[in-house]
């Protein structure tokens, strides 16, 4: 069970705007940075969104991050078909000794 | 252009070892830290190990806490990561990833860019 929630599933068509969300707590979302990565299958992930809301050069602005309080979303307007892919949300978390936490990832399939 | 490059995985039967390497070109390879996540065959991303640029500070996820340790050697560009008394829910496509940021442990120390993996299989 991951320590951040995210829906497994989501779904939209071309051209619509689809939102994830990633829900956590005090000590990993609500005091910490949120990433978002993109994985295709069989290849790596990448980074789209790092610090809560910042873009990497080459990712496009169709892609927009945020946070509010311990939860966080990924928004993706204008939807394209190569959009498809896993979306896995991840911050620091400060219990115990430390460690880094992942949700377990949404499948977004363009419909 | 940035590159990691992750070796040294495999087959291997439980209780044994295996030691993963990760060169690393293209960036100042002491400037960051580094970290080791895992992937499970159809299954999610797991953090397993980070590392500050100068290894003064190093931390593990619990799964793998006093079985797993990593290293790096900045002279070499180098990352690895020794994995003893593997088990077989060990079994996994293991990234190296570079930190944004020169410590692992904070906020903004997750990770910018990812190798390309290296497949442990833990099998009797």
């Known amino acids: 069970q991951s320590v951040l929630t995210q829906p497994p599933s989501a779904s939209g068509t071309p051209g619509q705007r689809v939102t994830i969300s990633c829900s956590g707590s005090n000590s990993n979302i609500g005091s910490n940075h949120v990433y978002w990565y993109q994985q295709f299958p069989g290849a790596a992930p990448k980074v789209l969104i790092y610090?809560?809301?910042q873009r990497p050069s080459g990712v496009p602005e169709r892609f927009s991050g945020s946070r509010s309080g311990t939860s966080a979303s990924l928004a993706i307007s204008g939807l394209r078909s190569e959009d498809e892919a896993d979306y896995y949300c991840?911050?620091?978390?400060?219990?115990?000794?430390?460690?880094?936490?992942f949700g377990g990832g949404t499948k977004l399939t363009v419909l | 252009e940035l590159q990691l490059v992750e070796s040294g995985g495999g087959l291997v039967q439980p209780g044994r070892s295996l030691r993963l390497s990760c060169a690393a070109s293209g960036f100042t390879f002491d400037d960051y830290a580094m970290h080791w996540v895992r992937q499970a065959p159809g299954k999610g991303l797991e953090w397993v190990s980070g590392i500050n640029w100068n290894s003064g500070r190093i931390g593990y996820a619990d799964a793998v806490q006093g079985r797993f340790t990593i290293s790096r050697d900045n002279a070499k560009n180098s990352l690895y990561l020794q994995m003893n008394s593997l088990r077989i829910e060990d079994t996994a496509l293991y990234y190296c990833a570079k930190a944004y940021s020169a410590h692992y442990y904070d906020s903004s120390g997750l990770f910018h860019s990812w190798g390309q993996g290296s497949l442990v299989t833990v099998s009797s």
């Open positions: 610090r809560n809301n």
């Open positions: 991840a911050a620091w978390d400060d219990s115990l000794s430390g460690r880094v936490v």
